[in-house]
C-alpha cells in the first residue's frame, strides 16, 4: 500500500532533528573540547604568567668595549633576543607574505584559511604565525599520532588566542624569530643573521631575508650550507621572493633579478671553539663561574644565575679591532716562523727533532711524562675507567683523527696518539697582551694560535722564565734607592756576589753574551744591550729583596726568590702578570690591575656587577718616567732598534721571516727584548704611553727550541708580533693609540738626556746579525 504524504513529512522530518541534533551535538563536543584543554584536561596549559615569560634558554652575550658581539656561552641554544625595531622591514614583509598573508587582519586564527584547508586539502596550511609561535613556545614538533595531533593543534589555537590578547602584533613577530632554530647553532634570527651572513638583523638584505623565511619551512631540510641543500634553499627562497611579489612588497622585476642570484652565505659558524678571542673567552668562563658561584650574586630566590641560559650580557675592555689585529700578526709571524722551524726539524738535520740536547732515555721520559698528563689519557682513566695498561695501548693503536697544520689546515688523518702527541710539540706557541696603563682596561688577549687544537692558554694560565724582560725591575729599584741617572756609567768587567751574600749558595759571577768586559758603559746602553755583568754590579748595590718585593708590588704573584739571579730573568711569570707589571712603568708608577670585564647585566639589562678599579702607588712618578728613558733607549740603539728601520736589508732572515719587517715607527717607544737560555723563550714588552704590549713564543717544552739565536730571540720570535700589531693599531685612527713622548714629571731631578757615549756609538747592537743577548748563563738559585 503507497505510503501516504503525512508519512512522507514526517520521515523527512525525523532526519531533518538527526542533522540538528548531530550538527549542536558536533559544536558542543568541539566547545567542550575546546573548554577541557583550556582547563588543562589534556595536559597542562600556560598560565597568564607563562604566556608573559615564557621560558627560553638565552645565550649569555660577551660584548667588547666597541660594542661588537665577540661570542656567546651557551649549552643548546645559541639565542639573543632582538626587538622588532631591530628587524629590517623586508624580514617581516617576508615572513608574513609566506607565512601568514592575513596576520594583520585576524586574533591568531585564520578562519578563511582553516575553512580552505578543510575544504580544499593540500591547498596550503591554514597555521597563523601565533599558532606557529604557540607550537614553538609549549609544545614544539608535532606529533605523528593523529589524535594527540589533534589535541595538539586545539591547544595551539587556545594559546594562539591568548597570544593575541597578551602581546601586540609586532611583539609576537619577533618573539617568532627570536624562538625559531635556523640550524648550525643559529638560534634565533640574531644568530642566524650572524651564522649565515656575518651581520647583524637590521643589515639584511632582501635576499637574504627571503632566505631566512624560507628556512621556516623546515630549517634542518633546507639547510644552506654548501654541504648540505643549498640548491633546496634557493629554490625555496625564490618561492619567498615570489610571495613577496603577490602580496605587493616587492617589485616584479627586483623579483625576478634576485630570483637569478646565488645565496652569497658568509659562513660564519658560532661555537665555543672558533671567532674571535677564543682564549680570552675561555678565561671568562671561569670568571663567569666563579662569579655566578659566590653566595652574594645569587638571584633574588636564592638561586644561582646559569651563564649558558639566563641571556646575561657581559661588557668587556676587549677592543674587537685590536683583538683582529692582534690574531691576524700572531698567525702571519708564526706561520713563517714554523715553517723555519720545521726546516730545522727534518730528520736529516735533527734526528731527535723537536728536542735538542736530550738522549733517547730522556725523550722517551719526556713523552711518557705527556701522555700521563694528557686529557685523552684523564678521559680514558676517570670518565671511561679504563685501566692503565688499556690506556698505554690506545696510545699506541691507529686512530682516526684531525690534526692542525699551517699550510693545509685541518687534515683527517690516521695517526697514533702518542705521534700526535710528539707531533704537535714540533709547535712554536704565541701569547700576546694588550693594555692601556692608566685604565688596566686589556684590548687584546691571545693565548695561543688555534684554541682548537692547543687549549693552553698562554697568557694568564702559562708561565715562562722571562729572560732580560725582568732587568728593568732591577734598574727600577737602583734608580728609586740610588737615584740612578740612565747616563750614569759602571764599568762591563766580570762581576762576582760570593758565595754566602743574600743567600748564594755558590759565587755567583755572570757572563756577557758577547764577551766584551772592556770599558765602561751607561746604564742606559747597557740595559739596550742586556749587559749582564752590569746588572748584577746593581743587583749588587740594591739586594735581590727589594727587587723581589718591587716586582710583587707590580702585581707579580708568581714565586720570585730573593737571590742575585733572578737579575737574568730566572723566574717563571706569566705574561698577564708582566704587562701588568710593565704597565706601572707608563702609568707614573701606579700599578693598576688588569680589568676584562666592566659590568654585567641580566636579560632586563639589571646591573649586577660593576667593577671597581685596583690602584696602588708603587714608584715615585721619576722613577717610573726615568726607567722608561732606559727602555726607550732599547729601541734606538739596543736590540728593539729594527723597529724603526725603514728600509728592508738585503738579508733572507729579514725578508723571509721577520713579518712585517721594515715597521718604521719613528715615535717613543719603550720596550725590552728577553730570551732565555739555549732560545727556549722569547719575549718583548713594548710600551706607548696608552698602550703596553707583551708577546712571548716558544715551545710546549723547553727542549723544543731553536739552534741558534739568528731566529731564537726574543727580538725575531716575539718582536715582529708586536711591530705588525702596532703598525694595525696606528693605521686605525679612530683607536687613537698615542705616538706622544712619556708624560715628563714636573719635578725631575735625574738627568735622562746623555750626550752620544763611545760604547754606545761602537756597539754592534742592532744589526743584521745580532750578538748573542739576553741569555742568562747561571739559572741556579
Known sequence: MAKTKKQETTGFEKYIRWFWMLFLGGILLIVLIFFLASVGAFGEMPDHTQLENPETNLATEIISSDGKTLAKFYLNDNRTPVRYEDLPQNLIDALVATEDARYYDHSGIDARGLLRAVLKPGSGGASTISQQLAKQLFHGEGSKNIVERL?????????????????????????????????????????????????????????????????????SLYNPRPDKNPVGVKNRRNVVLAQMTKYGVLDQKIKDSLQKTELDLNFNPESHNDGTATYFREYLRAFLKDWANDKKNYKADGSKYNIYQDGLKVYTTIDSRMQKYAEDAVVKHMKKLQAEFFHQNTPDRNPTAPFLDLDKDEIESLMQRSMRQSERWRHMKYD?????????????????????????????????????????????QPGLMSMDPQTGHVKAWVGGMNYKHFKYDHVKQGKRQVGSTFKPFVYATAINQLHMSPCDKLPKAPYTIEAGKFGNQKAWAPKNSNGDYSGEMTL????????????????????????????????????????????????????????????AFANQGVYTKPVMVTTIVDKNDTVLYQFVP?????????????????????????????????????????????????????NPIAGKTGTTQNQSDGWFMGMVPNLVTGVWVGAEDRAAHFKSITYGQGASMALPIWGMYMKSCYEDKELDVSKDQFEKPKDLSIIVDCDKYEEGNNSNSGDLDMPEEDVPDELEF
Open 524 to 583: 742606559k746602553a747597557a740595559l739596550a744591550n742586556s749587559v749582564n755583568t752590569i746588572t748584577a754590579r746593581l743587583m749588587d748595590k740594591v739586594g735581590p729583596e727589594p727587587v723581589s718585593k718591587l716586582a710583587r708590588d707590580l702585581g707579580v704573584e708568581s714565586e720570585i726568590p730573593a737571590v742575585p739571579s733572578i737579575a737574568l730573568g730566572t723566574p717563571d711569570i706569566s705574561l698577564y702578570e708582566m704587562v701588568g707589571a710593565y704597565s
Open 384 to 428: 671511561l675507567k679504563k685501566s692503565e695498561k688499556e690506556i698505554i695501548a690506545s696510545f699506541n693503536k691507529p686512530t682516526e683523527m684531525t690534526i692542525f697544520s699551517w699550510e693545509r689546515g685541518e687534515i683527517d688523518t690516521i695517526m697514533k696518539p702518542m705521534d700526535s702527541m710528539r707531533y704537535y710539540k714540533h709547535f712554536l
Open 151 to 219: 589535541i595538539q593543534k586545539v591547544k595551539e589555537w587556545i594559546i594562539a588566542v591568548r597570544l593575541e590578547r597578551q602581546y601586540t602584533k609586532e611583539e609576537i613577530i619577533a618573539q617568532y624569530f627570536n624562538i625559531y632554530d635556523f640550524g648550525n647553532n643559529a638560534d634565533g634570527i640574531r644568530s642566524a643573521a650572524r651564522i649565515y651572513f656575518g651581520k647583524e638583523p637590521k643589515e639584511l638584505t632582501v635576499k637574504e631575508s627571503a632566505m631566512l623565511v624560507g628556512m621556516f619551512k623546515n630549517s
Open 614 to 666: 685596583e690602584t696602588r702607588d708603587v714608584l715615585s712618578e721619576e722613577a717610573a718616567y726615568v726607567t722608561v728613558k732606559l727602555m726607550e733607549g732599547v729601541t734606538t740603539e739596543g736590540s728593539g732598534a729594527r723597529l724603526r728601520r725603514t728600509w728592508m736589508p738585503n738579508s733572507g732572515v729579514y725578508k723571509e721571516i721577520i713579518t712585517g719587517y721594515p715597521y718604521g715607527f719613528t
